[in-house]
């Protein structure tokens, strides 16, 4: 576990983003499991929580072949330990198939409000339109407010909404769309 003092002493020219390599499956597994613990534990089952966190070997050889398939994957480093995570890829869900996707935006939670999420969006950003796309969706579950509101905040809006199954409870997600990311990413990354 990396220590609370980190976090405190962390400046933001501290923390590197870049592009996951098979050797982060580990770093990954362990943000994934332990920010949907603290994001989502007010309204998923704490088992199916806690089940994530027990079997992050699993987890890690899941993110480690998902760093080698189509998948693309950012961290945020801070001393050599991963602390953030953003993955993307081509939308699933086919009424936005043109559109890129950003899977999420983890970061955990000791490491939030340090300008880490907001980095690792337009790094994902920038990515998502290395590979020509020029709108792109994020699905966030409702219930999850603090992510729902820093994903409005950065400019896109919903457009939908549909239901998932999470260890046997069905949540509702909303669809957030950001059209023309050449300018969003132009409007997050200007001097000011």
Known sequence: MIKDTLARNTNKSDITIRTAVPADGSGIAKVHAYTWWSSYQSFMPKEYLEDRIINIENATLKFTNCINTKHNCLVAEVGNEIVGILYFM???????????????????????????????????????????????????????????????????????????????????????????????????????
Not at 139 to 158: D, M, P, R, S
């Open 90 to 192: 081509p939308a699933k869900d086919p009424k936005y198939a043109k559109c890129g996707e950003i899977k999420g935006v983890y970061v955990l939670e000791r490491f939030q409000r340090m300008g880490i999420g907001k980095r690792l969006f337009i790094a994902g950003i920038k990515a998502l339109l290395e590979h020509r796309y020029k709108d792109m969706i994020i699905n966030v579950v409702q219930a999850n407010t603090k992510g729902k509101n820093f994903y409005l905040k950065l400019g896109g809006e919903v457009v939908g909404e549909f239901e998932s199954t999470f260890g046997g409870v069905t949540l509702k997600q909303d669809v957030i769309y950001y059209k023309d990311i050449q300018a969003l990413y132009e409007k997050l990354t200007a001097k000011k």
